[in-house]
T-cell receptor, first 114, second 114 residues
């Protein structure tokens, strides 16, 4: 069965500093990986995805993620954090061929402080 | 703009009183999903429709039902809500045909059971 793990419940970073939100995955075949962001009382917004190709994926709002096959990781990064980036971030993996379902990690609360 | 719309945004229902949540989409996506999300936890898939084919998750309680009368609309029916069913309910849509198709989420309906 596919799964993703987000080892940190919360990440705190100062505005202007780089941020990293960690995600590791476990799949039996090719990984199809996604990052979503959720603001309070809102649905999930798509940030970026890795399907194939370059290991560094660029997404919305200046976010990027690095796919590392040997470490089975897909960490979300941003060079310079903004207070408005504070939100709940979910890593997800898509089980292509197994019902085509998206399975989410437990989420990481990002808090960016002045 | 094409989107996924959930109504209402907030729903208060009485313990044991049937309630229906609605989702509509203008994306013409084949697949529609219902997720339950509690207290900033990971969204949990309840069921999904692939066109008219209904797919229930094995651990979804019988109390939860769904209807999809046409491509655009999908409903979540909770027959006898309990206090434990208070949560954010998220509708999502996706095109069929490839793992690179991400999900588009609605803003969610927050259900309170009193």
């Amino acid at each position: 069965a596919q799964s993703v793990a987000q080892p940190e419940d919360q990440v705190n970073v100062a505005e202007g500093n780089p941020l990293t939100v960690k995600c590791t995955y476990s799949v039996s075949g090719n990984p199809y990986l996604f990052w979503y962001v959720q603001y309070p009382n809102r649905g999930l917004q798509f940030l970026l995805k890795y399907i194939t190709g370059d290991n560094l994926v660029k997404g919305s709002y200046g976010f990027e993620a690095e796919f590392n096959k040997s470490q089975t990781s897909f960490h979300l990064k941003k060079p310079s954090a903004l207070v408005s980036d504070s939100a709940l971030y979910f890593c997800a993996v898509r089980d292509w061929g197994g019902g085509n379902k998206l399975t989410f990690g437990t989420g990481t609360q990002l808090k960016v402080e002045l | 703009d094409a989107m996924v719309i959930q109504n209402p945004r907030y729903q208060v229902t009485q313990f044991g009183k049937p309630v229906t949540l609605s989702c509509s989409q203008t994306l013409n996506h084949n697949v529609m999903y219902w997720y339950q999300q509690k207290s900033s936890q990971a969204p949990k898939l309840l069921f999904h429709y692939y066109d008219k084919d209904f797919n229930n998750e094995a651990d979804t309680p019988d109390n939860f039902q769904s209807r999809r009368p046409n491509t655009s609309f999908c409903f979540l029916d909770i027959r006898s809500p309990g206090l434990g069913d208070a949560a954010m309910y998220l509708c999502a849509t996706s095109r069929a045909g490839g793992p690179d198709y991400g999900y588009t989420f609605g803003s969610g309906t927050r259900l309170t059971v009193v």
